[in-house]
């Protein structure tokens, strides 16, 4: 819908809105190989949409994210389910003994870093790294630094860690376990708190289906299963950092 709504305000001239269509879908490489059957759904789908996006850009300067009837339902729903889940609010939000949140709860924060490559002491990449966490959150009573993730599935969430699950088919191990480590440093070098001096550091995932009865859990992440992410994700890093130095055109065998 972005890539028509584009073409349409850069005046592009096309023979028909159908050519319009199938050229937006090329450029979001969607629905490629099933366009000719899926023009009609999209003609129908932009038309309700498009009023709707012209409303609320007249009636707001923000960018908004418009949903359809569906969506909207469904994000509702999962957002309600997690929010009636007192395990993963408990997770997400934890309190002390007088019910009070802790001042130290972060959400969608940012932290960068570089990762440096070296060969044979003789060459260097310089890998940059971006990541955002969920939710994570420092328990003064327990001692405990929590890294907690929110997934949604479409499958029943009880089959989210089970082999061919979620948990493996989109890695989300190898993300995880550099999550944590880079919030080990963090915490070690900016608040002087690490697991020398005491502190614990525990992984969650708060997982939500997308499909009703739209049921949530929360998955503690064990220590095997972050130390198998961070093994992938190194094993990875050295071969960026390999082509980095000696071109993405070098033929190599990785072992």
């Known amino acids: 819908m972005d890539n028509i709504e584009h073409f349409l305000h850069n005046n ?4 028909s809105f159908e050519e319009l269509i199938r050229q937006a879908a090329v450029k979001a490489d969607y629905y490629t190989t099933t366009i000719n059957k899926k023009i009609d759904f999209i003609k129908s789908t932009w038309l309700d949409y498009f009023p709707k996006v012209q409303k609320v850009k007249a ?20 957002i309600k389910s997690l929010l009636d889940n007192q395990t993963i609010i408990n997770t997400l939000f934890p309190t002390n003994v007088f019910g009070e949140k802790y001042d130290d709860i972060c959400c969608e924060d940012a932290m960068f870093i570089d990762f440096i490559v070296t060969y044979k002491d003789k060459y260097c990449a310089i890998l940059p790294f971006k990541m955002k966490i969920d939710n994570w959150n420092i328990n003064d009573d327990t001692q405990i630094i929590s ?58 995932i708060c997982a939500v289906e997308t499909i009703p009865n739209y049921w949530s859990k929360c ?23 390999y082509y980095e130095m000696f071109g993405y055109d070098a033929e190599v065998t990785f072992i």
Not at 59 to 78: F, G, V
Not at 165 to 171: Q, V
């Open 12 to 15: 592009k001239k096309f023979d």
């Open 59 to 78: 009636d707001t300067d923000k960018k908004a994210i418009i949903l359809s009837d569906n969506d909207w339902e469904i994000a509702n729903s999962c």
């Open 219 to 241: 998955f503690k992440i064990s220590d095997e299963e972050l130390h198998r992410g961070i093994i992938e994700f190194t094993q990875l890093m050295k071969r960026v950092g």
């Open 147 to 204: 890294l907690n993730d929110i997934k949604t599935t479409g499958k029943s969430v009880n089959y989210f860690m089970e082999p061919g699950g979620s948990w493996d088919h989109y890695h989300y191990y190898r993300q995880l376990g550099v999550y944590m480590s880079i919030l080990e440093l963090y915490c070690n070098k900016e608040l002087g708190l690490s697991t020398k001096t005491g502190w614990k550091f525990e992984a969650n």
